[in-house]
């Protein structure tokens, strides 16, 4: 009975010893998988990349007349509206002309009081020149005294200065008939070109003044099938910008869709607003499909460069240092990490080439990198990295941790 007493208790104790052992190695194992840190990677990856400068606009008709007019008055009639398709030579505004035709008909009678003179004045050259013939063949015979002569070729000479001056008065009175009829024409406004009508400025019954400056009738767009951004490009990013580059942008009507274009102009003239410099950029677009119109916002992006195939990561990668100062550094040997170049490790605190760093073993392994262009979230690594890499760009927060 003792015996089996005893049995019992060292079944119990050993029991007891070995949940105690479990129990320690459970808290150990926990305990040490809790405080090992966890790392956010990325594998290194090929892929296309572009460096672009991005910047805002507004799209515009690549040429826009302000049709107006040259006289002042009230305006008749208006014969377009918004969006109206019109030809060169369409008639599209007329102004009250009884002024204009006034005056047409003021210059006329003008010219036809000077005609009449001149009638006369051709007459009484003609029998001056008849009286003087007439006197100086009496002249050679001695029938008349010279005196007559001189008054008869005064007289002669008198009345061709008359007839010059009342030809001259005509050409005048001509000239002032074809002024008047050309002020006549203004009355009438024709389209000068080929287009489409986007702003209309005026009403019938409207009075217009051209005292100081030409009022404005309409806008014609020449052809919306050809457009043109006009781009705002900080002066930070402006000497990336070259003509005919491409450009890509998109507008918020149709955030879906991305529109091709071309850079056709850098202007030289500054536009400065609270102290921050940009410049103009135009970038040409088609318009074949009719999405675009005049006055849209778009957001432009500029490609500075390209690349096809490259090896890249995310920029947080670069950014990113390990708590440990100690972290192991791997310093390619040969042309490339992924070349198959061998490295050797050393403990280095600070480098100012470009780092990443990598996960291996749990562990981050600091590497030096060659960058190329970046598109603002990736980078493309040109040396130091293999496809397939694992890299670190960030810490695993968790929430006990918080």
Same mark, same amino acid.
């Given at each position: $009975?003792?015996?089996?007493?005893?049995?019992?208790?060292?079944?119990?104790?050993?029991?007891?010893?070995? /949940?105690?052992?479990?129990?320690?190695?459970?808290?150990?194992?926990?305990?040490?998988?809790?405080?090992?840190?966890?790392?956010?990677?990325?594998?290194?990856? @090929?892929?296309?990349?572009?460096?672009?400068?991005?910047?805002?606009?507004?799209?515009?008709?690549? !040429?826009?007349?302000?049709?107006? =007019?040259?006289?002042?008055?009230?305006?008749?009639?208006? /014969?377009?509206?918004?969006?109206?398709?019109?030809?060169?030579?369409?008639?599209?505004?007329?102004?009250?002309?009884?002024?204009?035709?006034?005056?047409?008909?003021?210059?006329?009678?003008?010219? $036809?009081?000077?005609?009449?003179? #001149?009638?006369?004045?051709?007459?009484?050259?003609?029998?001056?020149?008849?009286?003087?013939?007439?006197?100086?063949?009496?002249?050679?015979?001695?029938?008349?005294?010279?005196?007559?002569?001189?008054?008869?070729?005064?007289?002669?000479?008198?009345?061709?200065?008359?007839?010059?001056?009342?030809?001259?008065?005509?050409?005048?009175? !001509?000239?002032?008939?074809?002024?008047?009829?050309?002020?006549?024409?203004?009355?009438?406004?024709?389209?000068?070109?080929?287009?489409?009508?986007?702003?209309?400025?005026?009403?019938?019954?409207? =009075?217009?003044?051209?005292?100081?400056?030409?009022?404005?009738?309409?806008?014609?767009?020449?052809? #919306?099938?050809?457009?043109?951004?006009?781009?705002?490009?900080?002066?930070?990013?402006?000497?990336?910008?070259?003509?005919?580059? @491409?450009?890509?942008?998109?507008?918020?009507?149709?955030?879906?869709?991305?529109?091709?274009?071309?850079?056709?102009?850098?202007?030289?003239?500054?536009?400065?607003?609270?102290?921050?410099?940009?410049?103009?950029?135009?970038?040409?677009?088609?318009?074949?499909?009719? $999405?675009?119109?005049?006055?849209?916002?778009?957001?432009?992006?500029?490609?500075?460069? !390209?690349?096809?195939?490259?090896?890249?990561?995310?920029?947080?990668? /670069?950014? /990113?240092?390990?708590?440990?100062?100690?972290?192991?550094?791997? $310093?390619?040997?040969?042309?490339?990490?992924?070349?198959?170049?061998?490295?050797?490790?050393?403990?280095?605190?600070?480098?100012?080439?470009?780092?990443?760093?990598?996960? !291996?073993?749990?562990?981050?392994?600091?590497?030096?990198?060659?960058?190329?262009?970046?598109?603002?979230?990736?980078?493309?690594?040109?040396?130091?990295?293999?496809?397939?890499? =694992?890299?670190?760009?960030?810490?695993?927060?968790?929430?006990?941790?918080?």
């Amino acid at each position: $009975m003792n015996n089996k007493r005893k049995n019992v208790n060292r079944n119990i104790i050993l029991t007891l010893i070995l /949940f105690s052992i479990i129990a320690l190695g459970g808290y150990y194992f926990f305990s040490g998988k809790k405080s090992e840190i966890q790392y956010k990677t990325v594998k290194v990856t @090929k892929t296309d990349l572009r460096s672009v400068i991005e910047a805002t606009g507004t799209l515009d008709a690549v !040429e826009t007349v302000d049709v107006g =007019t040259q006289i002042s008055g009230t305006v008749k009639n208006v /014969f377009i509206d918004y969006n109206s398709v019109v030809r060169k030579g369409d008639l599209i505004a007329e102004i009250d002309s009884q002024t204009q035709e006034a005056d047409v008909l003021q210059a006329q009678a003008n010219l $036809m009081s000077a005609k009449a003179d #001149l009638m006369n004045y051709q007459a009484v050259l003609e029998n001056a020149q008849k009286n003087y013939k007439r006197t100086e063949m009496l002249a050679q015979k001695d029938l008349v005294a010279t005196i007559d002569v001189d008054a008869d070729k005064k007289a002669l000479l008198t009345a061709e200065a008359q007839v010059a001056a009342v030809r001259a008065r005509i050409q005048q009175y !001509e000239a002032s008939l074809a002024k008047s009829k050309i002020i006549l024409g203004y009355t009438k406004i024709y389209s000068p070109v080929d287009g489409v009508v986007i702003a209309k400025n005026v009403d019938s019954g409207q =009075t217009v003044a051209a005292s100081y400056q030409t009022p404005s009738i309409a806008a014609i767009a020449r052809d #919306l099938n050809q457009m043109q951004v006009e781009v705002n490009v900080d002066e930070a990013d402006i000497g990336g910008v070259k003509e005919g580059q @491409k450009a890509q942008f998109t507008v918020d009507t149709h955030p879906t869709e991305v529109f091709e274009g071309k850079v056709t102009q850098i202007r030289l003239s500054p536009t400065t607003s609270s102290n921050v410099v940009t410049y103009t950029v135009i970038v040409k677009v088609q318009n074949r499909n009719g $999405m675009l119109m005049p006055g849209m916002t778009a957001n432009v992006s500029l490609i500075v460069q !390209e690349a096809q195939g490259v090896l890249v990561v995310p920029n947080s990668a /670069f950014r /990113f240092k390990p708590v440990d100062p100690s972290a192991k550094v791997d $310093m390619p040997m040969g042309p490339g990490r992924g070349a198959g170049g061998g490295g050797r490790r050393l403990n280095v605190a600070n480098n100012t080439v470009p780092t990443v760093y990598l996960l !291996e073993k749990k562990a981050p392994v600091r590497t030096e990198v060659k960058k190329g262009i970046t598109d603002g979230q990736r980078t493309e690594v040109l040396s130091g990295l293999s496809e397939g890499d =694992t890299v670190i760009t960030g810490i695993v927060v968790s929430a006990e941790g918080k």
